[in-house]
């Protein structure tokens, strides 16, 4: 079983719909989640990170369910440059360096 | 913001060369990173250095060595290129032990023939 793992997509959504996606994480003993955004070509930037409370950033909400072991992403009133693979990062507990796992990315279209 | 710079963006070898690629990073980040990206297996950690002249490797260290020699340059070296190799590789930095943020340079794309 792969550390992090994610629906590669693409989800195809239309502009203005709410879009959600889950990212399932293996290690219990996991500390601190994010969301990245990679957009085509270019390297991955920091979103937002995941708190235990949920989070929101303007249209982005994100949520931890420890009990389950997994994040989510909702992006509401989709728009057109949201079209970008988000990729979950978590951070596990190790010696030197804390090792952040990247899962796959899921891929997300947003369409007129 | 932190800048991570990744000399070449592009580059094409031949299988055997030995294969340079330099990043750095200019906000004195204790932490460094080595990844590569492939279409379905996503970003996978190659090696990291948390200290000048410290490494540890990563999840697929094989067939690649690094150097940190200063806090702000971390060289990712391919002793003898192979077509497996073909790849992007992403460097990142990160601040100290209390930093989650990766910041990552623009990539390099690799192509062994």
């Known amino acids: 079983r792969k550390e992090v793992e994610q629906d590669p997509g693409p989800f195809n959504v239309p502009e203005g719909a709410t879009v959600a996606f889950n990212c399932t994480y293996s290690?219990?003993?996991?500390?601190?989640f994010f969301w990245y955004r990679q957009d085509c070509r270019k390297e991955p930037k920091l979103l937002m990170s995941v708190y235990s409370s949920g989070n929101e950033d303007g249209r982005f909400t994100a949520q931890l369910n420890r009990a389950s072991q997994y994040i989510s992403l909702l992006i509401r009133d989709s728009k057109l440059s949201d079209s970008a693979t988000y990729l979950c990062?978590?951070?596990?507990?190790?010696?030197?360096?804390?090792?952040?796992?990247f899962g796959g990315g899921t891929r997300v279209l947003v369409k007129p | 913001d932190v800048k991570v710079t990744q000399s070449s963006r592009y580059l094409v070898k031949r299988t055997g060369e030995k294969v340079f690629l330099e990043c750095v990073q200019d906000?004195?980040?204790?932490?460094m990173f080595w990844y590569r990206q492939d279409p379905g297996l996503g970003l996978r950690l190659i090696y990291f250095s948390y200290d000048v002249k410290m490494k540890e490797k990563g999840d697929i260290p094989e067939g690649y060595s690094v150097s940190r020699e200063k806090k702000e340059r971390f060289s990712l070296i391919l002793e003898s290129a192979s077509t497996n190799q073909t790849s992007m590789y992403l460097c990142a930095s990160r601040g100290g032990s209390g930093a989650n943020v990766l910041t990552f340079g623009a990539g390099s794309r690799l192509t062994v023939l």
């Open positions: 906000m004195d980040h204790e932490n």
């Open positions: 290690n219990s003993a996991s500390q601190s």
């Open positions: 990062v978590v951070r596990g507990v190790k010696a030197a360096g804390n090792k952040l796992t």
